[in-house]
């Protein structure tokens, strides 16, 4: 794999850095990112910033199901 910043990354393999059990997320954030057809380097800082700041630094679940589910009470992000 290329050295890449993590701005230059459509895989988003960094994310295993921060936790190898962010697997699932990163999948879901590479397929999505293939369905832009534009604003790429907009959609990856949204995508560092929610994995970093939101996921990571608040100590939330890694699973994506058990986030998406509506029993979930996640913290608010602007806080």
Do not use: C
Not at 18 to 45: C, H, P
Not at 51 to 71: G, I, V, W
């Amino acid at each position: 794999m290329t050295n890449k910043k993590n701005s230059d990354d459509n895989t988003f393999r960094w994310v295993l850095k921060l936790d190898v059990d962010f697997e699932k997320w990163r999948q879901y954030a590479e397929a999505w990112i293939k369905t832009l057809d534009g604003g790429i380097s907009v959609a990856r800082r949204s995508i560092t910033v929610f994995f970093k700041r939101y996921l990571y630094e608040q100590h939330l679940t890694k699973d994506p199901a058990k986030f998406l589910d509506t029993s979930f009470e996640a913290l608010d992000f602007f806080e």
